[in-house]
């Protein structure tokens, strides 16, 4: 319901002489619209917005309590009754104690009076209006704080296990790394050359470990600065696949894990190679931390349909991600931040890390004006795609 520029006056009287009169005179004010009986005017009121009802007393008592019920029902903020006539007294009463009706007016009308309250009844149909716009509005706003709130919250309770999550992973290869030094600065002269490169390797793990997550972190923060963190050029997709690949080699092995390739050859594109290899990292360390031991990987490459995009698919057979979770994936930080559950290990089977791997990689390929996306099933696996533009430098 919105205010009108001009208000609609809707007169049911049984007299046409009456009715001509408040046309005559009223309608210089107001949209007026006759009506003779109570049914025309139900009719009326189906089809068009009426603003001010003026009806008279002498329409058939029962019929008036009906009409007065059912405008009261239907139009109960702001539709403004005037109830003229001469006797009744309890259907005056009986709609006023009701509040069915706005004024009651005596007949005959004195024109003058009729004008004077049919507009203040228009102002204050007018007022009611707004007040239920306003209403309406301090409504709304409410809901968005509430929203807002709701969001604050969630923020902090990220927040909050962000920070479990992250201290403890910075804290676990810290305490490593400090640990096996000191070992091997006590005992320097005692341990065997074995000995020595075993604690050394681990002490480099460590560190490769530290490294990996202040990495994460950083591209996080960074990739909002698409132009300083690009180093576009023409890149060999098959070979960034397979450079990859090498990497995750050993733990494949380590973890008995099968992986089918189907790389199909495709033309170079324009990209920052050490942006997709990280991504391509992500999505290859996911599905091998979340894949069974002697479980099964497919990596496929090939053009989308239309060939404008060279398309890269991860498939693991492994745990799958929960419906409700497959939504929130790509944010950052998003992970069940379940402190049990996080290790910053690399492979091991289902070990979590703080979430910003997903987030990374859909930054990353967004940068490239690619697409990412990932369909999953609890219990089945899941499969992420990348979709990377074949395009020419420029
Ligand atoms: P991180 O591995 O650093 O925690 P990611 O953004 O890479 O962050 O992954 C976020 C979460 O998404 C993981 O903790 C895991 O719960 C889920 N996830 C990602 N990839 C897979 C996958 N292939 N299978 C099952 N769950 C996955």
Redesign the pocket.
Known sequence: MSMPARHTLLVIDSSDDELQTAFDHLSHLFEVVVSRTVQDAISILKTREVHIILTDQGIPQLLQRHFLRMMAGAYPEAVQTIFTGESELDLIIDAINQGYVFRYLSKPWRIVELRDVLTVAARQYDQIVERNMLLKKLEEKNLELQESNNQLLELDRLKTAFMAVASHEFRTPVTLIGGFASLLEMSADKVTPERIKDTTSKIAEGARRLERLIR?MFQMLESGEVAEIMHFEEVNPKSLVQGVLEDAQPFFDKREIQLNLNLRDVSTIFADASKIKDVLN??L???I???PDAGQIDLEMSYTADGNMVEIT?R?H????AEQ?IQH??EPM???FDTL?HSSGVYEFQ???????????KKFVELHEGTIH?E?KLGE??T?MIRLPVKQNG
Do not use: E, W
Request: charged share 15%; hydrophobic share 45%; aromatic share 8%.
């Open positions: 994460g992500n999505l360390l996911n599905a931390k979340f894949t991860v693991d492994g745990v799958g991600i979770d994936i790509f998003f992970s069940s559950h070990r979590r890390g703080i979430g910003l791997g997903l987030a990374v990689s990932l999953s696996g899941t992420i």
